[in-house]
């Protein structure tokens, strides 16, 4: 029995004799990247929905219009709902969910995507016992579809700006929805141009003409039945984005739009019918939403990065081009360094990403249960550790997606490739959710505290213990035998603990000197940006560490750990401006680094193809030509192509029309 568990009668031979050199099971590695339980859910229901022909794109995507991608992938989430219980062990759990999705629906969007995303958690954070009975249970039994409302077309990030009020009215026991400006309009949510028929609505309640900052309300929006838009409401769809494009995102408007008072979500911040006020335990409590999304997007943005690379990877062992010696061949473009140097690193992130998403759903959970009982300690460093984790894992998705893009030549600006779709889903995850650069800018703010607290010998958490530890003057790099690389981690820890007590030093000076708090602030935004990034990029490390350190098997540990050893040079080499700085690196060990990824590429290089097949993605989810699992590339790049509507006819309408006319004109002046 083949170690790489993807071998099918009928592949391409490249490939096969790719495989046969793995040096672990490609199943075990799966569930160290899964989890077990979760590995060989996506593995059955993959197969079902192979079988399942009305689960399947009636064409492929790219050849539709946004109107047509909306009505298919309404199509497939209602035959997934229809066929769930064949197809999942479990539709309440969301894991198993997304990957029913991501194989059947694909990452364009669909009605209930911030429905689950967003508008769910929503209520289970914030609504109380009898809302959660009113809402929550027909939410989860499909009977409405929500969206969560909060961003305007004037302000997305400062949420204290924020315009639409809720004006309570005692006398009815009502609240008083309204947009007072253009400026105030909704914009962005998703599902709410055209299908969303509820709302969780972000509004500044006011009471006897007192504003209390913004709270979230449950709006209905559109006739249960007809559709329409309910009376003193205006919705529709914000128009075309980079990507996404089977998500209607919307706009929204109320003129006086009346909802009943308990329709505030109440389990936290109350107004009783007397209008009197009770405060929630945590002032951003009300934010639960938001988090629960930036906890989820780290796990599926490394699969989003894990997708390209597949891609990438597949396809270039079949592609072909050039000579390295001559005259004896071409060889296949992985074998060239500059590829490996290209795609190695984006695979070991992908790796990485992934362990971190599930360290951080932990402690999401952790946190949420503790919320239940009032308890809200963690909250912050929940919020620290999300807001840095997603900005730079967005980010350093996105650009290693592009690296893998380019990785394909031509073929990879084809839509046939699948990179442009994923990479514009991913990027936007650079936007949503927070603007990266405002949410380092909000971690920044916790490890500023943190040097406070450390300063007087104690910790803020587990997540900034590190600061309490002294500086070494010198790595250890290539000084020592390299054993688990720990004087590799041990840089990335001082790089960060240097960069964070460097810029909390310079914040103090200005102070000092008479500047105001929030003046310095300014003046050292940047760097202070720049703490969040090595921050996460050492707890990312870490992470990646501690999961090598809990593998069992002894093959798959090697095999991750080379993958592990690579992230750590390729990282350290991107940030070593900051270890020479101070000369903790010597031009020597930064060689040593170079040198000893140079040799890790060639290590890894056997296991490529099956380091990426463990991901496990089948053809269905990855939607790619040049990444197909059988690496029959280029039969189905021309069968692809065939499809193009422009190929429809040989000649089209616009020839006639247009480029004919002038041609004869301009033949018949020439014979003039
Ligand atoms: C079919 C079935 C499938 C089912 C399965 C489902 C699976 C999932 C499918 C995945 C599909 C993915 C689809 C993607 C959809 C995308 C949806 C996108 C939605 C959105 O974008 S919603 C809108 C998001 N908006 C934002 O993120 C706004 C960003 N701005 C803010 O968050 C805040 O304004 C702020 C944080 C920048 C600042 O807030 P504020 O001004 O109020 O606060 P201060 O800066 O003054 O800070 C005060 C203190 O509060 C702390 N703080 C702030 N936020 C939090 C928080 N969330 N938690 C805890 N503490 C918080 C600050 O740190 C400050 O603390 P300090 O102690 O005073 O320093
Ligand atoms: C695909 C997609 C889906 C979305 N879905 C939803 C949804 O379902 N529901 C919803 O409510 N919203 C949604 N949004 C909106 C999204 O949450 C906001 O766009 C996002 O929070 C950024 O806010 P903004 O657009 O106001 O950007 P801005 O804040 O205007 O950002 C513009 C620039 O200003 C900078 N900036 C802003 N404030 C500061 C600051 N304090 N310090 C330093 N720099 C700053 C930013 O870094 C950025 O460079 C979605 C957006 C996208 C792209």
């Not at 009815?172 to 947009?179: A, Q, S």
Request: proline fraction near 3%; charge should be neutral; glycine fraction near 6%.
């Amino acid at each position: 029995m083949p170690l790489n568990k993807e071998i099918q009668p009928g592949d391409n031979d490249e490939l096969t004799r790719e495989r046969l050199q793995a040096t672990f099971d490609t199943q075990q590695m799966a569930a160290a990247l899964w989890g077990s339980d979760l590995a060989r859910k996506r593995r059955e229901l993959a197969k079902k929905v192979d079988k399942l022909t009305v689960l399947h794109d009636s064409k492929d995507m790219s050849f539709m219009t946004r109107e047509e991608k909306l009505s298919e992938n309404a199509r497939k989430v209602v035959q997934m709902f229809a066929h769930v219980a064949d197809i999942v062990e479990d539709p309440s759990d969301d894991a198993e969910m997304f990957h029913l999705s991501s194989n059947a629906i694909g990452h364009e969007g669909h009605p209930f995507g911030v429905h689950f995303v967003m508008f769910i958690p929503a209520l289970k954070a914030q609504a109380d016992d009898e809302q959660r009975e009113k809402w929550l249970m027909p939410a989860l039994g499909l009977q409405l579809i929500g969206t969560y409302a909060q961003t305007e077309l004037g302000h997305g990030t400062n949420l204290r700006a924020l315009e639409t009020m809720a004006t309570f009215d005692k006398a009815t026991d009502e609240f008083v929805i309204h947009t007072p400006t253009v400026t105030a309009l909704k914009w962005w949510p998703g599902s709410l141009g055209k299908s969303s028929n509820h709302a969780v609505v972000s509004a500044n309640l006011i009471i006897d003409g007192k504003s209390y900052g913004h709270h979230n309300f449950m709006v209905q929006i559109r006739d249960e039945n007809t559709h329409k838009p309910l009376k003193g409401i205006t919705v529709g769809d914000i128009g075309p984005k980079m990507a996404y494009n089977a998500s209607d995102n919307g706009f929204l408007g109320f003129d006086h739009h009346r909802i009943p008072r308990r329709n505030m979500l109440m389990r936290h911040a109350k107004v009783d019918k007397n209008g009197v006020y009770t405060k929630p335990p945590h002032a951003k409590i009300g934010y639960s939403a938001m988090v629960h999304v930036r906890s989820v997007m780290i796990g599926h943005q490394g699969m989003f990065l894990g997708s390209a690379s597949t891609i990438a990877i597949r396809y270039s062992l079949v592609r072909r081009q050039g000579e390295i010696k001559e005259g004896s061949g071409e060889v296949k473009i992985l074998d060239y360094q500059t590829q490996q140097h290209r795609l190695f690193p984006q695979l070991a992130r992908a790796y990485v990403f992934m362990f971190a998403g599930k360290e951080v759903r932990e402690l999401y959970q952790k946190v949420l249960s503790d919320m239940e009982k009032g308890e809200t300690t963690l909250l912050a460093d929940l919020h620290a550790l999300t807001s840095g984790l997603k900005s730079v894992v967005t980010h350093l998705c996105v650009a290693g997606m592009e690296q893998c893009r380019m990785a394909c030549g031509g073929h990879g600006y084809s839509r046939a490739s699948g990179i442009p779709e994923i990479w514009g889903v991913a990027v936007g995850g650079c936007t949503y959710e927070g603007e990266n650069m405002v949410m380092l800018l909000q971690l920044a703010r916790y490890l500023m505290k943190a040097v406070k607290e450390t300063k007087k010998g104690k910790s803020l958490g587990r997540l900034v213990d590190y600061l309490l530890l002294p500086q070494d003057r010198h790595s250890l790099i290539g000084r020592v035998p390299q054993g688990e690389y720990g004087p590799h981690l041990a840089a990335f820890e001082h790089i960060a603990r240097r960069q964070i007590f460097k810029v909390a030093d310079e914040l103090t000076k200005l102070q000092d000197k008479g500047m105001s708090k929030e003046i310095a602030w300014q003046k050292k935004a940047v760097e202070l940006q720049r703490a969040a990034r090595l921050h996460t990029r050492f707890y990312l490390a870490a992470c990646f560490h501690r999961k090598v350190q809990s593998v069992v098997d002894g093959r798959i540990r090697e095999a991750l750990a080379d993958l592990y050893h690579l992230h750590l040079n390729y990282e350290l080499l991107d940030m070593v401006n900051y270890a020479l700085e101070d000369a903790y690196l010597k031009a020597d060990q930064v060689d040593f680094i170079r040198e000893d990824m140079y040799r890790l590429l060639e290590t890894i290089r056997p296991n490529a193809i099956s380091l990426v097949d463990a991901f496990e993605f089948s053809d269905r989810e990855l939607r790619s030509v040049l990444g197909r699992r059988d690496g029959h590339v280029y039969e189905n790049l021309y069968k692809w192509a065939k499809e193009s509507e422009l190929n429809r006819a040989d000649v089209l309408p616009y020839f006639d029309k247009y480029l004919k006319p002038m041609m004869l004109a301009a033949r018949q002046r020439s014979n003039i």
